[in-house]
């Protein structure tokens, strides 16, 4: 049992400590300072370790697979730049509540600030971002350091993982010898068992936890639904591992509330949304403008179509993808109820009235049991239920107005909503779908509804970057069972190339659907779109990338679908958007089919995208409101 030098006794207790509190899995990058620990871990038949080359590709993987699965992969590098690449990582798994866990190593003290090679400042290196961070001792073989050590660690994974979930950062300096080499002499023989092998379970069991409200001040919350006919709940993107769909679903039954619901907060999609009323396609019918007690007029002046507001707002997970519905809310009065297990502010709009410190999930059973009276009002039910379904038959081109006539028109083409909603109904039950920031997410809100899929839909909306989308991605598919689908932008894809060397290295297959507009294709719905020649030249920065070479250095199966208006060749971008969306779905069931890992490359116009975008907005506007958006 004895270690052959202090070294390793050090990496050995300490992957022993992280073994015990429950990790399965370790991400470890390259290097010669973090041997120890990288020795360790690979000696653990129990642990299962992830090679990656690129320390950021690294930090997402160990963040995609804690999105999935609640619980914290550790992190391993060697000292310098290593450490710092981990740093965009900590920023999204800080304000997304994901746990993380780095342990970086690091020189010993006395090189600090020496000019020694691969030498910087480590110490807090991730500043306030992080839950907990120690610069730990240098290795020591005595009883009372390593029982620190093994405290330690214990207090990181449960921090980690713990009601304010979060990264934390652990620096490792080491000496020479790196290896697990003998050192005569170097390690006693006779150190107390339970300091050096420690005990049978974590070093120190924690019993987790979560604020709840008193009894009195349940009964006094509930009371506030009961009275309450027009009532909301709100389920914004939930922190790991997820809301209780059907803690939500007790709910929304015992006030008679519809369950308004990002596609990221686990509620939108599921066999519970038969029997809930689950609304999805607010985002192309609410707005600031839309708010008002049901005799305003509308946005052009005529009748707003009696539409009429909540009187209560009860808010779960993080602030909504939805900037319509953030701001249609605010613009409401009502009363905001926002729930948060940790007691910190997530509603930017600051128009919430009451803070809720608890756990959301089971706030809501709890709630469930103590709501009475009738269940809410009828109308009001139903008026979000036929806004959602004149929404989705628009979208998906089923609408036709009182002569037959398509709504909208048959003019209006493929868009990149039509791609998101392609994908979705290709998917199997069970899947995983990840989806890239700035489009992607905003079509998946807007243009998927609930379905009864057991459908797992993640994204990184922490810091809402488009790095790391595709090691994300990958390490949530390296969590689970279910078919992994990624829906990604091109500028996504290629800020993130060297993501997929995971899908060799850490056998994770995935369908890889990259949406190619040739640049930030989201700045077209942005006023900077009239202004050239800068538009072009510094936001959307067209690039011309090939993206099937990058698909044959990867060893991806790759298919192009070309959907831009007029488009010949391998998908005829002319027709139809019914058409394409057939071929796009066709594509990516024929890759499930087939096994392994895919590339299907959507070519699509950014500018005509979003004209499209608008005209339905139109359309979906005059049917819900009455109104028109121009």
Not at 91 to 101: C, F, K, N, Q
Not at 212 to 218: A, I, N
Not at 314 to 327: D, V, W
Not at 378 to 407: F, K, L, N, S, T
Request: hydrophobic residues 40%.
């Amino acid at each position: 049992m004895t270690a052959p030098n202090r070294n390793a006794l050090w990496g050995r207790a300490l992957v022993d400590e992280l073994v015990a509190a429950g990790v399965d899995a370790v991400v470890v990058s390259p290097g010669s300072r973090s041997t120890p620990l990288t020795m360790a871990a690979a000696r653990r038949d129990d642990l299962r370790v992830f090679s990656q080359f690129d320390e950021r590709s690294a930090a997402y993987f160990a963040l995609g697979r804690a999105r999935r699965t609640g619980s914290v992969t550790p992190l391993i590098c060697t000292s310098g730049t290593a450490a710092a690449n981990y740093h965009p990582a900590v920023m999204e798994a800080s304000e997304a509540r994901v746990p993380l866990l780095a342990l970086t190593a690091d020189r010993p003290p006395e090189l600090r600030d020496s000019g020694a090679n691969q030498t910087a400042d480590q110490e807090k290196l991730y500043g306030d971002a992080v839950r907990f961070y120690k610069d730990l001792p240098e290795p020591a073989p005595n009883d009372r350091a390593l029982r620190s050590l093994r405290t330690t660690v214990s207090r990181a994974v449960a921090t980690a993982e713990g009601a304010d979930p979060g990264p934390v950062h652990l620096n490792v300096p080491f000496k020479k010898p790196l290896e697990p080499t003998r050192v005569s002499g170097d390690v006693p023989a006779d150190l107390d068992p339970v300091a050096e092998a420690g005990r049978d379970g974590p070093y120190v069991d924690v019993t987790p936890g979560s604020p709840e409200p008193g009894d009195d001040e349940l009964r006094a919350l509930a009371s506030e639904l009961s009275t309450v006919d027009r009532g909301l709940i709100v389920a914004g993107p939930a922190d790991p591992p997820g809301l209780d769909a059907e803690a939500v679903t007790a709910l929304s039954h015992a006030t008679g509330f519809p369950v308004v619901a990002d596609p990221l907060s686990g509620v939108r999609y599921g066999g519970h949304t038969r029997v809930a009323p689950v609304i999805g396609a607010y985002d192309a019918y609410l707005s600031a403008a839309v708010a008002g007690d049901g005799d305003d007029p509308g946005r052009d002046g005529t009748d707003a179509g009696e539409w009429t507001d909540p009187e209560l707002v009860l808010r779960l997970g993080a602030s909504p993808t939805s900037k319509n519905l953030r701001k249609y809310l605010a613009a409401t009065g009502a009363d905001q109820y926002q729930v948060d297990p940790a007691g910190r502010w997530r509603e930017a709009e600051f128009a919430a009235t009451d803070l809720v410190v608890a756990e959301p999930s089971r706030l809501c059973a709890r709630l469930s049991r103590l709501v009475g009276g009738g269940g809410g009002d009828p109308d009001w039910r139903a008026q979000w239920e036929e806004a959602d379904r004149a929404a989705r038959a628009i979208h998906g081109r089923e609408a036709v107005d009182e002569d037959g006539v398509p709504v909208p028109d048959e003019s209006v083409g493929f868009h990149e909503g039509d791609a998101l909603r392609a994908v979705a109904d290709a998917l199997p039950d069970p899947a995983t779908l990840f989806v890239s920031n700035s489009m992607p997410v905003r079509d998946l809100d807007r243009f998927v509804g609930p379905t009864t899929t057991s459908l797992t839909a993640l994204g990184n909306r922490g810091v809402s970057g488009i790095d790391g989308i595709v090691s994300s991605a990958l390490g949530a598919g390296s969590a689970t069972t279910d078919d992994l689908t990624l829906v990604v932008g091109d500028l996504a894809l290629y800020h993130d190339t060297n993501g997929l060397l995971a899908i060799d290295r850490c056998d994770v297959d995935a369908t890889v659907v990259a949406i190619n507009n040739d640049g930030g294709g989201i700045f077209h719905a942005l006023p900077i779109e009239s202004f050239e020649p800068e538009f072009t030249e510094s936001f959307k920065t067209p690039h011309g990338i090939e993206f099937e070479p990058m698909a044959d250095l990867h060893g991806l199966a790759y298919a192009r679908i070309d959907a831009r208006p007029g488009a010949t060749g391998d998908g005829e971008g002319d027709g139809g958007a019914a058409a394409i969306a057939e071929e796009l779905e066709a594509a990516c069931a024929r890759a499930r089919d087939a096994g392994g890992s895919h590339l299907i490359e959507v070519r699509t116009d950014a500018g005509s995208s979003h004209r499209t975008r608008e005209s339905l907005a139109a359309a979906v506007d005059r049917a819900v409101h009455g109104g028109g958006s121009d």
